[in-house]
């Protein structure tokens, strides 16, 4: 009798373990929300030095993206503001979650493609990243508060996240679409027939296979089909998101679209996903090139070939 198949290999970063802790967090969340943003900001040195200090991992992962972004050898200065961008950005959630917006000066580029989905009422997908504040979109729900959005994760990520979500603030409704269920693509389905925009971030996947190595920062990177796939399926367009921290209370918030597969005919899906696959890692790379420090994919995104030599 033949063995069955063995499961695909797990992705590199979904093999470690996630560094968080709620009683920390809901003791974050009461210094931020008391004390005040620029009370609460200086925290944030002490978790940005400790990470530089005692992560070696990450660090090692901080300083191979810092050299193919910045095109040269990244100093000790470069490292620890890379740690402290990411830690501002996860700070900034309590507010932004908080609907605190008047705390931010947001600049928001391709306004009206969220406009346009809206008033067309066909829903879409948002295609994120690990780079900046997804939740940062959260401002448009202030503009456009007749505009739902939704999240897909993977189903133990949501239980986290939603869990992180309740400890910030109890009151508010998070829509999260966990990913790996029998009924996720069904909720999907009718999430966008109802005109909800769709949220995920596109540049992982839990399975280290079903991925396209394309060229992103001078090497060779695997990005991952399924989310644009799905976006095909069901025939909706895709948007390009990101919300870049440049610095004290300013956001960047920038969308694009890049693909539509409304009138895609399914004898060309599969080029018109990885065409779509293709533009979105140049997206990706452009706002990397915009907000260097914004990156937060602290593994070996990179093929082991391209790794560059750092001193």
Request: net charge positive.
């Amino acid at each position: 009798m033949p063995l069955p198949p063995a499961p695909p290999p797990r992705a590199e970063w979904a093999t470690r373990p996630e560094r968080s802790s709620m009683f920390w967090l809901r003791v974050m969340t009461w210094i931020s929300l008391r004390l005040g943003r620029p009370a609460a900001r200086l925290v944030l040195h002490l978790i940005a030095a400790y990470f530089l200090a005692f992560s070696p991992a990450a660090r090692r992962a901080s300083r191979n993206y810092l050299a193919r972004v910045l095109d040269r050898p990244p100093r000790l200065g470069d490292l620890y503001r890379h740690f402290h961008t990411f830690a501002t950005t996860i700070h900034d959630r309590v507010y932004l979650i908080n609907d605190r917006f008047d705390l931010f000066d947001l600049e928001i580029v391709g306004e009206h493609i969220i406009q346009d989905i809206g008033a067309h009422g066909r829903g879409a997908f948002l295609m994120g990243g690990h780079l900046g504040s997804f939740e940062a979109v959260r401002a448009l729900g202030r503009r456009y508060p007749r505009l739902d959005f939704a999240t897909l994760m993977y189903e133990d990520n949501a239980r986290k996240i939603n869990a992180m979500l309740s400890a910030i603030n109890p009151r508010v409704q998070h829509n999260l679409i966990p990913l790996g269920r029998l009924d996720s693509m069904l909720k999907v389905r009718e999430g966008l027939d109802a005109g909800m925009v769709v949220g995920i971030l596109a540049d992982r996947s839990l399975d280290a296979g079903a991925c396209v190595e394309l060229p992103f920062l001078g090497g060779t990177a695997a990005f991952p089909l399924g989310p644009f796939r799905m976006a095909a399926m069901l025939r909706r367009p895709v948007v390009f998101m990101a919300g870049l921290h440049t610095g004290g209370n300013r956001y960047h918030i920038h969308f694009e679209l890049i693909a539509d597969f409304s009138d895609t005919p399914a004898g060309g899906r599969d080029a018109a996903v990885r065409a779509a696959l293709a533009r979105y890692s140049a997206c990706l790379e452009a706002q990397c090139r915009r907000a260097p420090y914004n990156w937060f994919n602290f593994f070996d995104f990179w093929q082991p070939r391209d790794t560059p030599a750092i001193p």
